[in-house]
């Protein structure tokens, strides 16, 4: 069973930085997938931050984070981090790490993702 376990979260103050891990397991096809992070905030809805196809692939942002957070995946691509600098308190979420099995026409659209991890939560201070 395909498995996506986030760590790295926890609180910071605004201008500070923090990142993200996302650990994929028991996935064969890293090659073909796309993986991104979104996130929730209470009483919104998910919205996407970043996404990267596998085979260094490329990459897509949201506005919002534009500039700020860098998304990179390692060799092996079992592993995606999310670098988040210059963090702002609208930065406040719970963030979800998610994969697509195949390719994703709309990268930063939560509903071409087929697994999700269960979150990690992240607290931006101002």
């Known amino acids: 069973q395909v498995r996506l376990a986030e760590s790295g979260g926890g609180s910071a103050q605004a201008g500070g930085s923090l990142r993200l891990s996302c650990v994929v397991s028991?996935?064969?096809?890293?090659?073909?997938?796309?993986m991104g992070w979104f996130r929730q905030a209470p009483g919104k809805e998910r919205e996407a931050v970043a996404a990267i196809y596998g085979g260094g692939g490329s990459t897509y942002y949201s506005d919002s984070v534009k500039g700020r957070f860098t998304i990179s995946q390692d060799n092996a691509e079992t592993t995606v981090w999310l670098q988040m600098d210059n963090l702002k308190p609208e930065d406040t979420a719970m963030y979800y790490c998610?994969?697509?099995?195949?390719?994703?026409?709309?990268?930063?659209?939560?509903?071409?993702?087929?697994?999700w991890g269960q979150g990690i939560q992240v607290t931006v201070s101002s």
């Open positions: 028991d996935f064969p096809y890293y090659t073909s997938a796309c």
């Open positions: 998610g994969l697509s099995r195949g390719y994703a026409r709309r990268p930063l659209s939560a509903t071409e993702y087929d697994y």
